[in-house]
């Protein structure tokens, strides 16, 4: 198992790597259009082939899996920093404010998830710049998806709270910042690490459901689940091989992350 | 003294069913909030494209700024909602010009069709190979159920709606896909837990059949989680169903839900997050209740 976690890991680093270093070359522009060839098949000058526009998929994967790759793990911390606010420190605090965090949390966990996305994405303005787009995407991520970390970190800072180390801490007179930054932080470290490499997957997948109802990284600026779309053209133009390697990319990703997360700590 | 028990066993049954009606009509109440909240709240909200329309008069166009005005107030937009939906008038989509209640009543029909499906033949599937990765002892087929899960979950519900219609395969079945991995990965890790407990492993000792062990020792102590999971799966099935139906062209509720969303048809889209909190409350209640029940009467 631990070879293939490393395998996992080398995967998903070469991966990284290739799409960073990559989308940094000339070369690789991913909304130059070449008109004379659109919808063309693998050649020396375009690996993958072109898109319905003309242009390059290899240069369109590099820049997608990057900004997939950059953003992602972004939503995820800052999924992370509130669950650790509002799960972490009720948890820790107790009483009420632990009950109505708990029912808060509740609340957000029955509400479906890609529902309340889509709601809010298709609230932006029409003129917004694919950037911007891109960033409020998975900002939104980040922001709604919060509640399944925060009830985990909850219920363990809960645990924490009773624990004897604490108890005896307390009762040494230590203060609080120190306690929190000494003792309960670095005991939280592992449940928060396995909780952020899960949420990464899982916000690249929330992102390509939502790219693929249109509503996610506006064109032209490519991310995984947006070159995903080129799987509709897949029905009128023929299923061409290369039309998949978003979808393939995107699994070897996602499945790599799922593999190199040590599930165990998760819980 | 057995009958006194049973009566306050039912006293407190009934407390609990009376509990959890309300927490579930109050999540469904705050959940309604939140999504107009969020709404309200979103860049954009308040521009509207009819205002673009060159044909509109100054005083159409005033009526839909003023229609919008009232919107932006979103606590007694919300509770003057509420009064109107306690004498059964759910309002006028902005986007169909249609009373909700008849366009509700329309798709509600085919996305529960879609999701029963749907559902049965995820729970089907991933049911018949887990028990027969249990009964067989196959580590082949436990493989290779794993590792086909393992890649259903990585691909995005939208990507195996749109390769459904690719194959031409019925909506359900791209639903089903979508389920299928979630359920069998669940299902997987807790039988194979519950195998390795001390009771089963006396039990193949003393050379029970792997059925028996299968029928007697294993489903008995799984069937509390396995209810819970089924209202789990209903949430799951009502979420997948958005990408599912907007993609492969289902006129159900995901597709509304979508369609709403596009068009900002604010009362639609309080509605249906309405109707969706319900659905997924109510199944999660009921299947903690089965649960409780069945844990009382173990």
């Known amino acids: ?267 | 003294m057995e009958m006194e028990r049973s009566e306050r066993g039912a006293g407190d049954g009934w407390k609990s069913v009376l509990r959890r009606v309300l927490l579930a009509a109050m999540t469904v109440l705050a959940g309604g909030l939140i999504s107009a909240t969020l709404v309200r709240y979103a860049p954009g909200f308040g521009s509207d494209e009819r205002q673009l329309d060159a044909r509109l008069s100054s005083a159409s166009l005033a009526a839909i700024r003023d229609a919008n005005a009232s919107e932006r107030r979103i606590l007694p937009y919300y509770a003057g909602y509420i009064a109107r939906a306690l004498h059964g008038d759910l309002g006028i989509s902005r986007s169909l010009n249609r009373p909700i209640q008849q366009i509700l009543a329309e798709r509600l029909s085919i996305t529960s069709l879609l999701a029963v499906k749907a559902l049965l033949v995820a729970w089907l599937a991933a049911l018949s190979l887990v028990f027969a990765a249990g009964v067989l002892r196959l580590p082949a087929l436990s493989l290779s159920s794993s590792i086909g899960s393992g890649v259903l979950l990585c691909i995005p519900a939208g990507a195996l709606a749109l390769l459904s219609v690719l194959l031409n395969a019925p909506g359900y079945l791209a639903l089903a896909v979508v389920l299928f991995p979630k359920l069998n990965r669940y299902l997987s890790n807790l039988t194979a837990a519950t195998v390795s407990m001390p009771h089963v492993l006396a039990a193949r000792a003393k050379g029970l059949s792997e059925t028996q062990i299968l029928v007697w020792h294993v489903i008995p102590v799984i069937k509390g989680e396995v209810l819970a999971l089924a209202g789990v799966s209903v949430g799951l099935a009502i979420s997948a169903a958005i990408p599912v139906e907007a993609l492969c062209g289902i006129p159900g509720i995901g597709q509304l839900a979508w369609q709403s969303a596009l068009a900002r048809d604010l009362p639609l889209l309080i509605n249906l997050s309405m109707l969706v909190i319900a659905g997924v409350t109510l199944a999660n209640s009921g299947a903690d209740l089965l649960s409780a029940d069945r844990g009382q009467a173990a």
């Open chain 1, 1 to 267: 198992m631990k070879a293939i976690r490393l395998a996992a890991t080398v995967l998903i680093v070469v991966i990284a790597m290739a799409s960073v270093l990559g989308s940094l070359l000339p070369v690789f522009d991913y909304a130059r259009q070449d008109r004379e060839r659109i919808n063309a098949g693998v050649s020396a000058a375009h690996w993958l082939g072109t898109d319905d526009l003309g242009r390059d998929r290899l240069s369109r994967l590099l820049h997608g899996t990057q900004v997939s790759l950059l953003l992602a793990p972004a939503a995820a911390a800052l999924s992370m920093l509130l669950a650790l606010v509002i799960g972490a420190a009720s948890g820790l605090i107790g009483g009420f404010a632990e009950r109505s965090s708990k029912l808060i949390i509740d609340l957000f966990l029955s509400i479906p998830w890609l529902f309340l996305l889509l709601i809010v994405r298709a609230m932006l303005p029409l003129n917004t710049s694919p950037a911007l787009s891109a960033v409020v995407t998975f900002l939104m991520l980040g922001a709604l998806g919060w509640a399944a970390p925060a009830r985990i970190l909850q219920a363990r800072a809960s645990r924490l709270r009773h624990a004897p180390f604490i108890l005896l801490a307390r009762a040494a007179g230590i203060s609080r910042c120190r306690l929190v930054s000494h003792h309960v932080l670095p005991n939280l470290r592992p449940v928060l690490l396995a909780q952020f490499w899960i949420s990464v997957p899982v916000f690249i997948l929330a992102e390509a459901n939502l790219s693929l109802l249109g509503l996610g990284v506006a064109e032209p600026l490519p991310s995984l689940g947006s070159l995903l779309r080129e799987l509709e053209s897949a029905l009128s133009l023929g299923s061409d091989v290369c039309r998949f390697a978003a979808l393939m990319v995107l699994i070897l990703v996602v499945s790599s992350l799922q593999i190199a997360v040590p599930q165990q700590e998760a819980c």
